[in-house]
């Protein structure tokens, strides 16, 4: 009876063994993967807390919506960046009688696609107070130079090259508008009747970028009722539809052009609806900027 005892304490203590090493390495693994979770979660929180930060930045940065209030007789202003901050902006400045404007879509998105934004920001102010406000031609050859001088200043073939697709508009004494883009277009709704003033095709401030001499700018006079449209591309490069196919221009021109709202808020309301019914469960591939007004 003792040896039977003595056996069934040995082979006990064999299977205890490996038993209570096995315990004792999941509470020690339980242990590093809590400890990985905690400090995951306070690098999280201190990522979060960056991009609010660049959020309020950002937000700081755009104009009011007592400014535009101030400046249009109506208005509307779709900005959805992707990832809570981005690269696409609207901007405006008046100055005396001359109102300049923009709408901007800058290379990257999240965090450095804002800092872009601030970045252009400044250098736009710089210009329309120290050389030129009436020429959005000027106005862009000059963005174009001093962006390369402040960001691509020997830039070699594998660093990145940043810039950003932009358009500006210069409205004169509330009776001239003059425009002047590089890969973003002026839409004009007149009546019935959309006209769409497209500028350079390649976007400012990237190394390889040379603006033509014949760039100039597309001088119009405003009329009762005229409706002005600036849109980076993320609107029309959505996917969506049956075919999950970009949104594109056709049906963005259509859009504005079949338009029935009595006001720019029921506008936007038609801009916002078409395009959430287009997307559906699609996520939102770009970062989107519209800016819409009508002189006072």
Same mark, same amino acid.
């Given at each position: 009876?003792?040896?039977?005892? =003595? ?9 205890? &063994? +490996?038993?209570? !090493? ?21 690098? &999280? ?29 109506? /208005? ?32 990257? /998105? ?38 390369? !001088? =402040?960001?691509?200043? @020997? ?17 004169? &004494? ?7 883009? =590089? ?19 390649? @976007?400012? @401030?990237? /190394?390889?970028?040379?603006? +033509? ?7 119009? +006079? ?14 029309? /490069?959505? &996917? ?42 699609? +996520? ?12 006072k």
């Open positions: 009876m003792g040896f039977f005892v =003595a056996v069934f304490y040995i082979v006990s203590r064999k299977i205890a &063994n +490996p038993y209570k !090493q096995a315990l004792l390495l999941n509470m020690e693994l339980e242990k590093k993967v809590t400890d990985r979770t905690i400090e995951l979660r306070e690098i &999280n929180k201190k990522v979060m807390d960056s991009i609010d930060y660049a959020k309020r930045m950002q937000e700081s940065i755009l104009p009011s919506g007592d400014e535009l209030k101030s400046i249009f007789r109506e /208005h509307f202003v779709i900005w959805r960046p992707r990832d809570v901050v981005g690269g696409d902006f609207y901007w405006v400045r008046e100055i005396g009688e001359t109102v300049i404007l923009a709408v901007g879509d800058c290379t990257g /998105h999240g965090v450095p696609g804002s800092l872009m934004t601030m970045t252009v920001n400044a250098v736009l102010y710089n210009i329309v107070t120290g050389i030129n406000k009436d020429d959005p031609e000027i106005i862009l050859r000059e963005l174009d130079k001093l962006l390369k !001088q =402040a960001l691509n200043k @020997g830039l070699k073939s594998d660093t990145t090259d940043d810039g950003l697709d932009i358009t500006i508009c210069c409205i004169k &004494n509330k009776s001239r508008i003059s425009y002047a883009g =590089a890969n973003i277009s002026l839409y004009i709704k007149r009546e019935q009747e959309l006209k769409v003033c497209k500028g350079y095709k390649k @976007g400012v @401030g990237y /190394h390889g970028t040379v603006l +033509p001499d014949g760039l100039t700018n597309t001088v119009l +006079p405003v009329k009762e009722g005229d409706v002005f449209i600036l849109t980076s591309d993320g609107f029309i /490069h959505q &996917n969506g539809g049956n075919k999950n196919y970009p949104f594109g221009r056709k049906r963005f021109y259509n859009l504005i052009q079949n338009s029935s709202a009595l006001s720019m808020e029921a506008m936007k309301t038609e801009f916002e609806s078409a395009l959430q019914e287009y997307m559906k469960d699609e +996520p939102q591939r770009d970062d989107i900027v519209v800016l819409a007004f009508m002189v």
